[in-house]
């Protein structure tokens, strides 16, 4: 007959050399059902040979220092974070085993929100849940999942449902979802029941092992110090106080018809492929500023209705500016306000550094409605210049000095081109006719930046750009006369 | 022309994944949202991993997990979500775990508002979560920045294995600028300390807790001196036209692209003005400001805030010279007119 030999699992430490001191014994108390556990997990790692893969979570509690024990990577986390770190841990190193190891308080507590969420996004980690229905570590505290009536130091006249609430059934909760694949109570309270804990265990991790998801098993276990109780009597309080509100059972179990997840493979990108993923154009040239135009700087104001495009419309001249040697910022307005009010953006032209992005004068005002007319006309400077459409402004507040006004139908332009929604493209064409700034493949250039994922954008856009700056050639005289990019008096 | 047109967000994003960084995890808030949108475009097609996290919460700690596995990795921020990061934060210092976080400062205490603030220096700059421990704190001021300055936070942040912040305020993370993508960084070197799997790693532990008092105390002290060759050896900053200069200005950030063009203005009226600009607010140009004190006549410290940087600029100053304030909250950039005012009535004063 063979010799049976018993001895530690290998995923045990044989001197707890993490520890500064007493590395022979653990600061567990007697009777603690955390020895059992991390006995019954350190059994399946090793046994099922994943030892050298597993990263185990030290919870804040009193398995705080389960790293003491444990022959394998750990991470000490703020309370009840465990799963968010977890999630992290093995969405960049899929191989590990990743192991939550959370108390009550933990889990059910402070760590709700990870618990409930790392679980609905099933990632593959492994949720070992102790529940003892105590605060271990902090001297006895209530716990989310203190029985009704039961003192601890912070419900000394008993846990009431009016003013405590109820213990939470974290098993019952967490199956409610759909991405878990594994979900059971087990009870530390017989030897019988433990061995069920082992099989539960094993099971576990093995899924992990196969990629299957998110698993978790909730363990019933003893804390005979905070209890108050007998070391050999907490099976019996174990199943007088918790069976019945943590009935023992499988949950959730669908890991015979959940195949594995494929292993998600890093791949690697040439230095091209990445600038190429990062929308670098390798061809794109700027362009040597055009003689004139050495030293000046432009503040324009895009502004209409959200949905008019004057957000596209500002980084199009941006674009374009960029392209042709100048130096630009674009600035959008955000938030709120972009939600059913006015939007506008602004860009800033320069053959200088650019300062400050706001625009507090204005030098060109693109204005697609009303109050954007109204709001932003009292900010153009003298000499300034500004493009509205005159669809729907018939007639427009009287310019301040010295502003030049270009009234543009431009909705009406847009629609003749074949484009009903490309009236601010329209407004760039009369603007690139009038200010003269930019050559036309850099504008075309600009245009097919924008547009690149629409089909047939590009072409319906292009048109609008030409009548714009048809119309502007036929009305106004272009190019301005006077500073380049403004018509000035 | 490896150049293109690109929010400062974005900026922030790009030049995580050109650092190498491997995963991305954040929650949404403006004014930083085309952080955590240009990551979920851009990360999964780079063969990088992107979680959008349940909360402000989550997602520090997902950062936690995956730098102790031992990968770059990038969140996202302003304001209210920065405080909620920050036990995250605290953990990562003490575990001596890298992380680089943008702060994309929106103003005020509470809810505020999503305008352009400075409001957060405090509460990066001085630590903010528990505990003796400081992070770095770059502070750009164009979108080139934003991606160059994100590159240099990875390198940092795995050097000193420390958290690093890129700080900026809700102005340069909207805005486009051209921004010049340089050339890919090398790989980051191989972590032995990480939570990766494999038989010698066995006994890899990732902590911060430490029961014997002088246990912990020595890891504290080990956390000052790298604070300390971080502060000895990490300094930027950017001086214009102080070297005849009677007074200084003191701004980073959007408003020191503001007091850019008060300089211009103020000297083509003759006024000596200069500029001093912190890129990094931790560790602090110290050194840098106590010379410029000891020719300027008086330092002008300009902040989209109630003045936080000033205190320290005052501790460098030690009263050589005045150190005098002018903050703007609520949302507008300071104007570079009344910036001009109080710099001709300081003139007169000096």
């Known amino acids: ?224 110090t905070q209890w108050r109780v007998d070391p050999t009597k907490t099976g019996e309080w174990i199943r007088e106080n918790m069976h019945p509100i943590f009935k023992p059972g499988v949950y959730r179990d669908v890991l015979a018809e959940t195949p594995s997840r494929p292993r998600p493979e890093r791949r690697e990108m040439s230095d091209g492929e990445m600038y190429a993923l990062l929308g670098i154009d390798e061809n794109a040239t700027i362009r040597a500023l055009p003689t004139g135009c050495e030293d000046f700087h432009l503040a324009y104001r895009f502004a209409g209705f959200g949905g008019q495009g004057v957000i596209l419309l500002g980084m199009l001249l941006a674009q374009a500016g960029m392209a042709s040697g100048y130096q630009v910022t674009w600035l959008p307005s955000y938030g709120p306000e972009m939600r059913g009010g006015t939007a506008n953006s602004s860009v800033v032209l320069s053959t200088r550094a650019i300062g400050s992005p706001m625009v507090a004068e204005t030098d060109v005002l693109v204005a697609m409605n009303g109050p954007s007319l109204e709001k932003f006309l009292p900010t153009v400077a003298p000499g300034g210049c500004v493009l509205y459409d005159s669809d729907p402004i018939e007639t427009p507040p009287a310019a301040p000095d010295g502003v030049h006004l270009y009234p543009v139908p431009a909705r009406d332009i847009a629609q003749q081109a074949g484009e009903a929604r490309a009236a601010n493209v329209v407004m760039l064409g009369v603007y690139a006719a009038i200010g003269d700034l930019f050559e036309e493949e850099v504008l075309a250039d600009a245009l097919r930046k924008a547009f690149a994922a629409k089909k047939g954008a590009v072409e319906a856009n292009r048109r609008a750009l030409a009548a714009g700056a048809d119309y502007a050639r036929s009305h106004f005289p272009c190019p301005a006369p006077d500073r380049p990019g403004v018509m000035v008096k | 022309m490896r150049m293109r047109l690109m929010r400062g967000n974005e900026a922030v994003v790009v030049g995580a994944l050109l650092a190498h960084c491997e995963a991305f995890f954040g929650y949404p808030i403006t004014p930083a949202n085309e952080i955590s949108e240009g990551a979920a475009k851009l990360f999964p097609l780079a063969g990088r991993t992107f979680v959008q996290a349940e909360s402000e919460v989550a997602a520090i700690n997902m950062v936690f997990g995956a730098s102790s596995a031992g990968a770059r990795c990038l969140t996202g921020s302003s304001g209210p979500g920065i405080s909620l990061k920050m036990e995250g934060i605290s953990y990562l210092a003490c575990a001596e775990l890298p992380a680089v976080i943008a702060d994309i400062c929106r103003v005020g205490p509470g809810l505020g508002n999503i305008y352009p603030s400075q409001g957060d220096y405090n509460q990066l700059v001085k630590g903010g979560g528990h505990g003796e421990y400081r992070v770095i704190v770059l502070a750009p001021n164009s979108a080139q920045e934003m991606c160059d300055f994100t590159i240099r936070a990875f390198d940092l942040a795995d050097r000193y294995r420390t958290p690093v912040f890129v700080f900026t305020d809700g102005c340069v993370g909207q805005m486009m600028e051209p921004v010049h993508l340089p050339d890919l960084p090398p790989k980051p070197e191989p972590k032995p300390w990480a939570l990766i799997p494999g038989a010698e790693t066995n006994s890899n532990l990732v902590t911060s807790i430490f029961l014997e008092a002088s246990e912990m105390e020595s890891i504290i002290l080990k956390l000052q001196a790298k604070y300390a060759d971080i502060a000895r050896d990490e300094v930027l900053c950017e001086t214009y036209r102080t070297e005849d200069a009677e007074i200084v200005l003191v701004g980073f950030g959007i408003v020191s692209r503001v007091l850019r063009s008060v300089v211009e203005e103020a000297r083509s009226e003759g006024l000596r003005v200069g500029l001093l600009r912190p890129q990094t607010l931790f560790p602090f140009p110290t050194e840098q400001i106590r010379e410029l004190s000891e020719r300027a006549r008086s330092i002008l410290v300009v902040e989209l805030n109630n003045g936080q940087m000033v205190e320290d600029v005052r501790l460098a100053v030690a009263e050589r010279c005045p150190v005098e304030f002018y903050g703007k909250m609520g949302g507008e950039l300071p104007a570079i007119d009344d910036i001009l005012a109080r710099l001709r009535a300081l003139m007169v004063e000096a």
């Open chain 1, 1 to 224: 007959m063979a010799k049976k030999t018993l001895q530690k699992p290998k995923a045990f430490q044989d001197v707890f050399t993490r520890k500064s001191r007493d590395q022979k014994t653990t600061h567990y108390c007697p009777g603690c059902g955390h020895g059992i556990a991390h006995k019954l997990i350190a059994e399946a790692m090793s046994d099922l040979g994943l030892q050298d893969r597993s990263t185990i979570v030290a919870p804040v509690g009193c398995s705080i220092f389960l790293y003491y024990y444990f022959d394998c990577r750990s991470l000490s986390v703020p309370h009840g974070r465990g799963p968010a770190a977890m999630t992290g841990i093995s969405r960049v190193r899929p191989d590990t085993i990743s192991i939550s190891y959370q108390g009550d308080g933990d889990l059910a507590a402070i760590g709700t929100s990870e618990i409930i969420h790392s679980a609905n996004r099933g990632e593959n980690i492994a949720v070992f849940f102790i529940n003892n229905a105590i605060y271990g570590m902090t001297g006895g505290q209530m716990a989310p999942t203190t029985p009704l009536e039961m003192r601890t130091t912070t419900s000394p006249r008993g846990r009431a449902s009016e003013t405590e609430g109820f213990p939470i059934a974290v098993c019952e909760l967490i199956s409610t979802l759909r991405a878990p694949v594994y979900v059971e109570r087990v009870s530390l309270d017989t030897p019988a029941n433990i061995l069920g804990a082992r099989r539960a265990i094993r099971k576990a991790l093995q899924a992990q092992a196969d990629r299957k998801g998110f698993t978790l098993v909730e363990i019933l276990s003893p804390c005979p």
